[in-house]
């Protein structure tokens, strides 16, 4: 379980195909020591196994699944990752509840500096935007961000100095791919009030108020 909370960037330095899933080696900003075999570290965004260490660098092997809804086929030597170990009991939750648990791919669709934050839109999977609503929570690339409006398949988010500074957030552009994850709690319940809905409706208004959330 992460927070969202980047804790430094990487840098991707080796990419190498691993059967049919992919191993990635990565110079961490963390110091050496810090990482242990087998533990899980937040990849821009993604749950991954450290399997191999020699700091600052550190091997991830990712899975067929993985690779195949994150935008890890389209990365390359040199490209930078926001990095999070996993939280401890103890920990304050500075963010919200990432899984690391990637849902789909989106797409950087408007970026408008301002005197001092970033609006960004992004858009993403028909399927994914159920569970978006308007200050809510979705993590990009693994930075937790709330969402100011969503309509349609997009959603709009405000970058603060801060996070623009200490993630790869300020270097995305028109046109760039990266990973999304909803809102955990906004999945269940989807799923448990969805079994009442018709497929593809998805959760309405009047669907709360028969369960009593409205």
């Known amino acids: 379980m992460f927070t969202g909370l980047v804790e430094g960037i990487g840098e991707l330095v080796g990419l190498a195909p691993v059967a049919e899933g992919l191993r990635l080696t990565v110079k961490t900003s963390f110091p050496a020591g810090d990482l242990t075999l087998g533990e899980s570290v937040a990849v821009a965004g993604a749950c991954l196994t450290v399997?191999?260490?020699?700091?600052?660098r550190a091997d991830f092997e990712v899975s067929p699944e993985?690779?195949?809804?994150?935008?890890?086929?389209?990365?390359?030597?040199?490209d930078r990752v926001n990095l999070e170990r996993a939280v401890r009991l103890g920990d304050r939750l500075g963010g919200h509840l990432v899984t690391g648990h990637v849902d789909g791919v989106g797409v950087v669709r408007e970026v408008k500096p301002g005197p001092a934050h970033t609006q960004m839109k992004f858009e993403l999977p028909a399927a994914l935007s159920r569970f978006v609503i308007e200050k809510g929570s979705i993590a990009v690339d693994g930075v937790s961000l709330t969402v100011n409006t969503c309509p349609g398949n997009t959603f709009t988010v405000n970058v603060i100095p801060h996070t623009a500074r200490e993630t790869t957030l300020a270097s995305l552009k028109v046109g760039d791919r990266v990973n999304l994850e909803t809102d955990i709690i906004g999945k269940y319940v989807a799923r448990l009030l969805g079994r009442d809905a018709p497929a593809g409706e998805g959760v309405t208004p009047e669907l709360l108020a028969r369960h009593g959330f409205l």
């Open 51 to 56: 399997v191999a260490l020699n700091p600052p």
């Open 66 to 78: 993985t690779l195949a809804g994150t935008t890890f086929p389209l990365k390359k030597a040199g």
